[in-house]
């Protein structure tokens, strides 16, 4: 891996983190839209799902200890992170050759909602039972808030990558990424 790849990472992480805590936006009761998920499917849209999850995994990392909430949701949130990566960086990998736009955007967010799901209400849900100690399905109806609001930023946050991809790809990779 090169410096400027690394580089590149650390920058998706603060930027997670950054987002993740000074523009809390509240939808529930005690739960925040993490805009950090803006910046992970960035990620995974414009180069490589495995970065995106990294992104993901870290950036929740960082905010967990810099944010105070210690190891609270840390385990299941950061993996369940990796899984969301892994979903839609294939998924998107295929859906982004189809030539029909209106088709390619509804399976982009279907493929962003399953991933979200997968990611959030079976992955974190699964850690969270065994880490807090609580029945899997209680576990499950906590993290549904999660899941719609995490869902909704990422299904939102599509059309931003679209307008953002080439030019994201020149910064990132030069001038000829970003024609070829």
Not at 126 to 138: A, E, K, M, R, T
Request: net charge positive; aromatic share 12%.
């Amino acid at each position: 891996m090169k410096t400027k790849d690394i580089t590149f990472l650390a920058a998706g992480i603060a930027l997670f983190v950054a987002l993740s805590m000074c523009l809390r936006v509240p939808v529930f009761e005690n739960y925040y839209l993490c805009l950090g998920y803006i910046v992970m499917t960035a990620y995974i849209y414009c180069f490589r799902w495995y970065e995106g999850a990294v992104v993901g995994f870290a950036g929740v990392i960082l905010y967990c200890i810099i944010g105070g909430l210690g190891f609270n949701g840390m385990p299941g949130w950061s993996v369940g992170n990796i899984v969301i990566g892994l979903i839609m960086g294939v998924s998107l990998k295929y859906i982004q050759k189809i030539e029909n736009k209106t088709l390619q955007v509804t399976l982009m967010a279907v493929a962003a909602v399953a991933a979200v799901f997968a990611g959030i209400e079976l992955t974190k849900s699964l850690i969270d039972s065994f880490v807090v100690g609580q029945p899997f399905l209680v576990r499950f109806g906590k993290n549904m808030t999660s899941f719609i609001a995490d869902a909704f930023v990422i299904v939102v946050s599509l059309p931003v990558c679209a307008l953002i991809e080439k030019q994201a790809k020149k910064l990132r990779y030069g001038e000829q990424a970003a024609t070829g």
